[in-house]
Structure formats: structure tokens, C-alpha cells
Nanobody, 124 residues
Framework: QVLLVETGGGLVQAGGSLRLSCAAS????????MAWFRQAPAKEREFVAA????????WYADSVKGRFTISTNNGRNTWYLQMDSLKIEDTAVYYC?????????????????WGQGTQVTVSS
């Protein structure tokens, strides 16, 4: 059974930075794409960023382009989301996710495994 665990969430002022990490364990690491999604209160879960297992291909939601950076440790077991110039509207629960087949800007339906989520709160 694959287990994804996010760390690094917290409270930060607008304009600040946070770095999220996701560690995978268990099962066979056979997925093609690793990703981050987020869900704000009363909103649907939305795609934030994705990276393929080789680290060569990356994709971002328009709302975070130029501010967030997704990276991996050149393997399938750990990936990161560096979040800079944070805005109040970035406040959400952030989930890491993996997809065996899908790539690019993933839909939630393409995700095979989810982490439990970590809260990111950006204050004014």
C-alpha cells in the first residue's frame, strides 16, 4: 500500500515562502507523474503543479506560475513544492499526489494516490 506524507505546511505572512515536501513509501513506485493539488474552504480541489519522474517535465497552474517551483530528488519517492511570494489566496490544504499514467495538468480523476494534506495559511 502506497503512503504519501506531506510536511512543511504552516502559517506565513503574505509575500513569504514555504517549502512543502512529500515522501512516498510502500508499494511499487511505478507512477509516472508526481503532483501537488490544493483545496480552499468551500472550493473544489485544484491542480497546482506536476513533475514527471525524471524531473524533466514540469507543469503549473496559471495562478502559481513564476511563484511556485516543483522539484524531485531525481526519483519517485520524494518531491517538493517551493512556494514564494505567497498570497492570501494561496491559503488551502495542499495535497501531494501521484498518477501512474497521466501527465501534464492533471485532473483529480487521474490521481491514483493522495496524501493526507497539509494546511498552508497566508496572512495579511
Amino acid at each position: 500500500q502506497v503512503l504519501l506524507v506531506e510536511t512543511g505546511g504552516g502559517l506565513v505572512q503574505a509575500g513569504g515562502s514555504l517549502r512543502l515536501s512529500c515522501a512516498a513509501s510502500g508499494g511499487t513506485f511505478s507512477w509516472y507523474t508526481m503532483a501537488w493539488f490544493r483545496q480552499a474552504p468551500a472550493k473544489e480541489r485544484e491542480f497546482v503543479a506536476a513533475i514527471n519522474w525524471s524531473g524533466i517535465g514540469t507543469w503549473y497552474a496559471d495562478s502559481v506560475k513564476g511563484r511556485f517551483t516543483i522539484s524531485t530528488n531525481n526519483g519517485r519517492n520524494t518531491w517538493y513544492l517551493q512556494m514564494d511570494s505567497l498570497k492570501i489566496e494561496d491559503t488551502a490544504v495542499y495535497y501531494c499526489a501521484v498518477a501512474r499514467v497521466g501527465t501534464g495538468v492533471l485532473r483529480t480523476s487521474a490521481v491514483d494516490y493522495w496524501g493526507q494534506g497539509t494546511q498552508v495559511t497566508v496572512s495579511s
